[in-house]
């Protein structure tokens, strides 16, 4: 019989939700220790996105030091790579989605998009 019997295909494990409340965790990138912070992201085009009003706080300057971060969700472990979002209307969007019928979702924001692994 063998061990076949034993092996699954294992599916990629993914978020589902569109809006929700994750724990985001960067590398510090100055002491490089693991830094945590549950923050609103929003699942879009398969990619996750972070953002908020300007780009001087720790976590999103840290995710921009050490792109390689993880994102505690529903008790899963997903690990991804963090880029700076440069498109304006991309922005735009983000804002819309993560803060639906609010009238801070026209605020301008900066994001990180994740693209997990």
């Known amino acids: 019989m063998g061990l076949n019997y034993l092996t699954t295909k294992k599916s990629r494990m993914e978020i589902k939700e569109n809006l929700f409340r994750p724990i985001l965790i960067t590398k510090g990138r ?6 945590k912070v549950m923050l609103r992201a929003v699942n879009h085009n398969g990619k996750i996105y972070f953002s908020r009003h300007r780009p001087d706080g720790d976590w999103f300057q840290n995710a921009l030091a050490n792109p390689l971060v993880k994102i505690l969700h529903n008790e899963i472990i997903f690990t991804g790579n963090a880029k700076l979002v440069t498109d304006q209307e991309l922005n735009e969007k983000i804002s819309i989605l993560k803060y639906p019928g609010e009238e801070r979702s026209k605020e301008k924001r900066v994001a990180i998009e994740i693209t997990l692994n």
Do not use: D, M, Y
């Open 30 to 35: 100055k002491t490089g220790q693991e830094h």
